[in-house]
C-alpha cells in the first residue's frame, strides 16, 4: 500500500515570494506522482505528473515539483506566487505500471498568498 | 468539450434513508473513478470502473454502498440507510485510459448532509 503525507496543512505567503509545498510518499513499489490544486468551488485539477525520466518536472501555472527517490519526496515549488494561486494543493500517489490509476491522496495543503 | 459533471451538487438527507449520486464523465473515457472527501481531509478511492465493470471497489466502507455504470458512460452512486459518518464531498473522475500514469478529470462533487 501507497500513503502520502503533506507536512504542512498550511501556508501562507505574501505575493512574489517563493513558495514550496512539501510532500513526502511511503511505498514499497515504484510510484507514479502527482499534485492536484483545488480552487475554492471547482473540481480538482491536475498541476502536474512524473512516471518516469527526469526528476525535475515542470507543470502548469508555473509550478514545478521534483522527485527524490533516496527521501521519498515530491515536494511543489513556484519561485514568485500570485494572489491566484491561492488554493488547496494535494500531494498523490499511484502504483507504477500498474493497469489503472487508483490514486492515494495527502491531507491537502492550503495555501494563500497575501497581497 | 464538457468537463466530468456531477448531480446534485448538494444532496442533504435524513439519517436511515437512501441517496443516489450521479456522474457523467467526459465522453470516451473509459475509466472512471469515485472518491470521497471528509472535512479537511484529501479524497479517499472508493471505487474504479473500466467500461461497465467494477474492477476494484476495495474502497467501498461497507455493504450498504454500491455503485454501477450499466452502460459504460454514467455512473450512479448509491448509498443505503445513511449515517451522518456519510457526509462528505463525493468526487468523480474520469480518464481516457486505464493506465496508472494517465490524468485524471475530476468533477466538482457532491456534497451529501446526512442529518
Known amino acids: 500500500a501507497q500513503s502520502v503525507t503533506q507536512l504542512d496543512s498550511q501556508v501562507p505567503v505574501f505575493e512574489e515570494a517563493p513558495v514550496e509545498l512539501r510532500c513526502n510518499y511511503s511505498?514499497?513499489?515504484?510510484?507514479?506522482l502527482f499534485w492536484y490544486v483545488q480552487y475554492p468551488n471547482q473540481g480538482l485539477q491536475l498541476l502536474l505528473k512524473?512516471?518516469?525520466?527526469?526528476?525535475l518536472v515542470k507543470g502548469i501555472n508555473g509550478f514545478e515539483a521534483e522527485f527524490n527517490k533516496s527521501q521519498t519526496s515530491f515536494h511543489l515549488r513556484k519561485p514568485s506566487v500570485h494572489i491566484s494561486d491561492t488554493a488547496e494543493y494535494f500531494c498523490?500517489?499511484?502504483?507504477?505500471?500498474?493497469?489503472?490509476?487508483?490514486?492515494?491522496f495527502g491531507q491537502g495543503t492550503i495555501l494563500t498568498v497575501h497581497p | 468539450g464538457a468537463g466530468v459533471s456531477q448531480t446534485p451538487s448538494n444532496k442533504v438527507t435524513e439519517k436511515g434513508k437512501y441517496v443516489e449520486l450521479r456522474c457523467d464523465p467526459i465522453?470516451?473515457?473509459?475509466?472512471l473513478y469515485w472518491y470521497r472527501q471528509s472535512l479537511g481531509q484529501g479524497p479517499e478511492f472508493l471505487i474504479y470502473?473500466?467500461?461497465?465493470?467494477?474492477?476494484?471497489d476495495s474502497g467501498l466502507p461497507n455493504d450498504r454502498f454500491f455503485a454501477v455504470r450499466p452502460e459504460g458512460s454514467v455512473s450512479t452512486l448509491k448509498i443505503q440507510r445513511t449515517e451522518r459518518g456519510d457526509s462528505a464531498v463525493y468526487l468523480c473522475?474520469?480518464?481516457?485510459?486505464?493506465?496508472?500514469?494517465?490524468?485524471?478529470?475530476f468533477g466538482p462533487g457532491t456534497r451529501l448532509t446526512v442529518l
Open positions: 473522475a474520469s480518464s481516457l485510459t486505464s493506465g496508472g500514469g494517465g490524468e485524471q478529470f
Open positions: 511505498s514499497s513499489v515504484s510510484v507514479y
Open positions: 512524473y512516471l518516469s525520466g527526469s526528476t
Open positions: 498523490a500517489v499511484s502504483r507504477g505500471g500498474t493497469s489503472y490509476g487508483k490514486l492515494t
Open positions: 465522453s470516451g473515457h473509459t475509466a
Open positions: 470502473f473500466q467500461g461497465t465493470g467494477a474492477a476494484d
